[in-house]
């Protein structure tokens, strides 16, 4: 028996959360986006999911992001969507933004991992089912394969877009060389590549090192940001010690204990007290600080409660910093160690 009222979205969801155009495309993006990457597991609870996504499309979140892996165990967030959809939100399946993505191992043997056409296409093939769906509004592949022809993968991702699968392609973890090359290839086939995902905060720079983000400006491709609070540093969690029910105590897999040296944990409270001064979280002012360049058409936020996307939500009311600020924050990241 189904103890949850019937859901209605809120009326006025679309009045406050910007949407920003994917590059060139027509596609516009929620400034912030919902990432299924953690706590959409077989081991989590359906109801703070459902709450969460409730929560979510009620700011006017509509875009959730999904990748065949995402888990524990693989395809569990995948199955969980559909769960979702069935429950809430079915009816508006036209308002939202979905996406999966394919590159990392997802089963045994040499076809379920990389980049090769195989692969991606069993794959979504695979998504769509757990999914429930007849089609993403976007397919990335998931890394860069050193092995497999770039070719070969652009060309899987057509014959994605063209069989209805997919409306658009992505790519995600691509650095500026290969981001390059991609959309020559995606302009040569007439492929609709429109978005790489990357890792980008204040802590991690790395897209500024390796050319992504001037490849992607220059050509006309949108950025989507993921884990734009540094696994949880970027907010007050730390602040007094590892709490229990953390990222860190929970799941070691990709923060450690080591991470919390004391140059970050100065840099994490000299940036929560210029996030008091601007009036928001250390949370809010990190996804603003993303946003404000102009580069980045979407954060996709991570959450393990309505309470944290409610909080996330707020960082859209500010997105504006003085000259002064975005240069302590620079100076502040540079001391804490930043990638």
């Known amino acids: 028996m189904d103890l949850y009222p019937a859901y209605i979205p809120s009326p006025d969801r679309y009045e406050t959360m910007p949407y920003h155009h994917v590059g060139r495309s027509g596609l516009k993006f929620p400034a912030l986006s919902l990432g299924f990457w953690h706590n959409f597991g077989s081991r989590d609870s359906f109801d703070n999911m459902r709450a969460m996504c409730r929560t979510a499309f009620d700011l006017g979140i509509t875009q959730f992001d999904l990748a065949n892996n995402y888990g524990p165990v693989y395809g569990a967030a995948e199955e969980s969507l559909k769960r979702l959809m069935d429950k809430d939100f079915a009816p508006y399946r036209d308002e939202l933004v979905i996406t999966t993505k394919a590159g990392y191992d997802m089963w045994p043997g ?71 090359k991609a959309l020559e290839i995606a302009r040569e086939i007439r492929l609709p590549l429109i978005v790489n995902q990357r890792r980008y905060s204040i802590f991690d720079r790395t897209i500024d090192r390796d050319g992504a983000r001037q490849a992607c400006r220059n050509m006309g491709m949108g950025i989507i940001a993921f884990s734009p609070l540094a696994q949880g540093l970027l907010t007050d969690r730390y602040l007094r010690g590892i709490p ?48 404000q360049s102009g580069d980045v058409c ?22 504006t910093f003085t000259e002064e600020e975005l240069a302590r924050i620079d100076e502040i990241s540079l001391s804490a160690g930043r990638k």
């Open 110 to 180: 040499p076809y379920g991992n990389w980049g090769s056409r195989k692969y991606l296409i069993a794959s979504l093939d695979q998504s769509l089912s757990r999914m429930g769906l007849d089609y993403v509004d976007i397919f990335y592949h998931h890394r860069m394969d050193p092995e497999t022809p770039l070719e070969e993968t652009m060309e899987a991702l057509l014959q994605i877009v063209r069989s209805g699968k997919a409306l658009y392609a992505g790519i995600s973890n691509y650095d500026g060389p290969h981001t390059v």
């Open 244 to 291: 229990a029910d953390s990222r860190i105590a929970r799941d070691g897999r990709f923060l450690h204990a080591s991470d919390l040296t004391e140059e970050k944990m100065a840099g994490i409270r000299a940036l929560n007290d210029l996030a008091a001064e601007r009036g928001q979280s250390l949370a809010q002012m990190a996804l603003a600080w993303i946003l």
């Open 298 to 319: 979407s954060v996709l936020i991570g959450a393990s409660s309505p309470a944290q996307i409610r909080d996330s939500a707020g960082a859209v009311r500010n997105l």
